[in-house]
């Protein structure tokens, strides 16, 4: 679960829906990152569902007494965290090989960045570079086969989308820069490797409640954001405890819309009817 505390209720998303959304931006990435034909579909269901080994987790939210906050899939015990791990990676294996190795690569950088350690992990990452070790066999003997360069900007496409749906829902919309979630006051690590950012890192600030700014922007078009939420209010949890008032909290929609700078914009455009009267 993805949660953020609002007033008097916390917001509380599915990891599986943020899944959906990501795949959802993946599929409006510019086209010069858009991974090749022959992969596209493998490359954009992956995006979609690779957290969808919390779909089962989600459906009743568990209570962190400590913190006195639900537990979000940044502290949830690491134990279970790694067993559904496993069995999002072994569902979406069965469906994309590809994709089973571009979300164990990501769930691996997850797991070095959190700085986890114990026993079940070193196990779980001994048995992860197996699988993606058996995964490149595989690969190689494709009758087109991925190479390293392709793998890299995969994983990055999913990093980024993965990071951006994870800002839409960290964050109160419309939030000053100062209120911003942490990971990402500096930006979209991984992003200045895109070749359209020319090294730069793609940074994000809201124009209003109901619009992100993102530069340099990563879309060929603007995009609308929509997903499903829950605000829990506190006190009903305090009245009948996590699991039922998460049930009996009726979902709403949010809808974000995703663009650029409006001196961006301009110069994309005088950009394309440059192009275009060149052509002519």
Not at 92 to 105: F, H, M, N, P, Q
Request: proline residues 5%; hydrophobic residues 35%; negative net charge.
């Amino acid at each position: 679960m993805i949660c953020r505390e609002q007033d008097e209720a916390i917001v509380m998303v599915k990891q599986h829906e943020h899944g959906r959304l990501a795949g959802e931006l993946a599929k409006w990435f510019r086209e010069e990152q858009v991974p090749e034909s022959l992969r596209r579909d493998e490359v954009l269901w992956s995006i979609a569902n690779h957290d969808r080994g919390w779909i089962d987790l989600d459906e009743t939210p568990f209570w962190n007494d400590a913190e006195n906050v639900p537990y979000s899939f940044i502290d949830f015990p690491v134990v279970p965290k790694l067993t559904f791990y496993r069995r999002g990676l072994n569902e979406i294996e069965a469906v994309s090989s590809y994709g089973a190795l571009l979300c164990s690569l990501h769930f691996e950088r997850l797991i070095e960045v959190s700085g986890e350690e114990c026993p079940e992990l070193d196990q779980y990452q001994k048995d992860e570079a197996e699988r993606r070790a058996r995964i490149h066999r595989e690969l190689e003997q494709r009758s087109v086969p991925i190479g390293e360069d392709e793998l890299y900007y995969d994983a990055r496409l999913l990093q980024f989308c993965d990071d951006l749906s994870l800002y839409l829902a960290l964050n109160r919309p419309g939030s000053p820069k100062a209120e911003e979630h942490p990971w990402w006051q500096d930006g979209f690590s991984g992003s200045e490797d895109f070749k359209f950012t020319s090294g730069r890192v793609i940074t994000a600030e809201w124009q209003d409640e109901s619009t992100l700014l993102l530069e340099p922007f990563p879309f060929t078009h603007e995009v609308e954001a929509v997903f499903m939420l829950r605000r829990v209010s506190r006190s009903e949890i305090a009245a009948k405890g996590i699991a039922r008032a998460y049930r009996e909290t009726p979902e709403e929609e949010c809808r974000i819309m995703v663009s650029g700078r409006p001196e961006e914009a301009s110069a994309d455009e005088q950009g394309n009817a440059e192009h275009g009267a060149g052509g002519q």
